[in-house]
């Protein structure tokens, strides 16, 4: 894996850009539908057809649409059918497992449990195109003319396995009137390399203190198991907000602008406030394509609670086919619900420090949540946070505390604006550029250095 990685980096990346370069311009798209297809084949052979056969069943059904815009009963009738096909292989691919777990606890019923590899990236990609064809229904978006176009949408390998979701819309135009700038090109470059930076030097070393601290959860102490979360916390921050840096950079280089996925959802105030923060493009699409769709907050109080209990439920179930990531939606979207109708104008009134840690005392009962997929070690897990019998640090867990003390406190202040803040103050400078260059060398060494000497830990998204 590590060998693969470095591979990307230093060989097809390399490579794909070089050739990119050098394509005329009005091949470009064509070599990137032909080289995000090699990429997905790289790591999933048998499974590409299933996304050319996505791509495809969706620009029909784009283009059905389109063309039948006048007819409203069979416009609505290509959308839906489109729609059902996109959620039917996700269900089949994602979901067929924990259907039949569910139906087999009716004591009659024994179905055999199908083993069905789960393709890297499908949540993404299926709900791009499903964003696709509902956007041209809506006219919200050009209908595609150019299949390699969409193609090329669908498979951009930046952002191709774990986002953000790009909505057709917002990169439309880009696909076909794009223009690489050398300042561009230095953004993606430094984009990349924090990118890189987040995931290899800050999410691996915080992935391996979490793996330590909950090899025995009940052993930790208290203080011990609320490290061992806000380790979590800080891995899944750096390991998913460092894949987001990585994409739009390399998007960057290939002449594309992607949305913001991340704006520091740990200096949040309230759930409200961290949800607008944290993967956005993901809050965006239910929102926009659930949420309101169900009525939103125009049919009434009722009505408008079960939209979010609905739409939490299916942000929970879209990240895993298991139980916990439904507790986990639900769990946020009852404490939202709370927050809107009783909450928001006593938090208000508080001071902003008592805010925030109101705010990432839940945030991170929720990691847990989602990080123990077994209900059982899900509820030990619980009780030990609040299970003062068990003291408050054990050696074990008191040990790794202090050996990871600088680093944890290194996430802490890299997942604030401070540093970001600093570098505004000085981006004008005459010389900058020459900083920058060497923080990019430094940062690009020290992780390819990192990877070649720790066990690799792959991207926690990429299982979504």
Known sequence: MVFSSLVFIFAYLVITLLIYYITPRKFRNLFLFFINLVFYGWGEPKLVLLMVFNIFFNYLGGFLVDKFRQDKKKKKLF??????????????????????????????????????????????????????????YRDDAPVSKSFINFGTYVALFPQLIAGPIVRYRDVAYQLQNRRETRDRFAKGVK???????????????????????????????????????????????????????????????FGFEFLKNFNYPYISTSITDFW???????????????????GGNRKGVPRQIINLLIVWGLT?????????????????GILLI?????????????????????????????????YFTDVAQLGAFLGDLFNFCNGAFSESSLNLT???????FIAGIACTPLSANLYARVSHKKYIWIAEAAFVAVVMFISTASLVNQSYNPFLYFRF
């Not at 493009?281 to 769709?293: C, G």
Request: with cysteine; proline share 3%.
């Open 402 to 408: 202090l050996s990871y003390l600088p680093l944890l």
């Open 338 to 370: 709370i927050e809107k109708f009783v909450l928001k104008r006593f938090l208000d009134k508080l001071p902003r420090v008592i805010q925030h840690i109101y705010a990432l005392v839940i945030i991170l009962i929720g990691w847990g949540l989602f």
């Open 316 to 332: 929970g179930l879209w990240h895993g086919a298991s139980y916990n990531f439904i507790f986990w939606g639900l769990y946020y």
């Open 79 to 136: 959308l839906v059918l489109t729609i059902i096909l996109d959620i039917g292989i996700l269900a089949v691919f994602k979901y067929l497992g924990l259907i039949t777990e569910t139906l087999n606890v009716l004591p009659f019923l024994n179905i055999p449990t199908l083993q069905i590899s789960l393709p890297i990236g499908i949540s993404f990609y299926t709900f791009q195109t499903m964003s696709y064809v509902i956007d041209v």
């Open 276 to 294: 607008r923060r944290w993967h956005i493009s993901l809050s965006t699409w239910f929102k926009e394509y659930v949420y309101i769709p169900l």
């Open 191 to 253: 984009l990349f390399a924090v990118g890189m930076g987040k995931k290899v030097l800050i999410a691996n070393q915080m992935g391996t203190l979490t793996t330590a601290m909950f090899a025995n959860t009940d052993e930790n102490g208290v203080l011990g198991t609320w490290v061992g979360i806000l380790a979590y916390a800080f891995q899944i921050y750096f390991d998913f907000s460092g894949y987001s840096d990585m994409a739009c950079g390399l998007g960057n280089m």
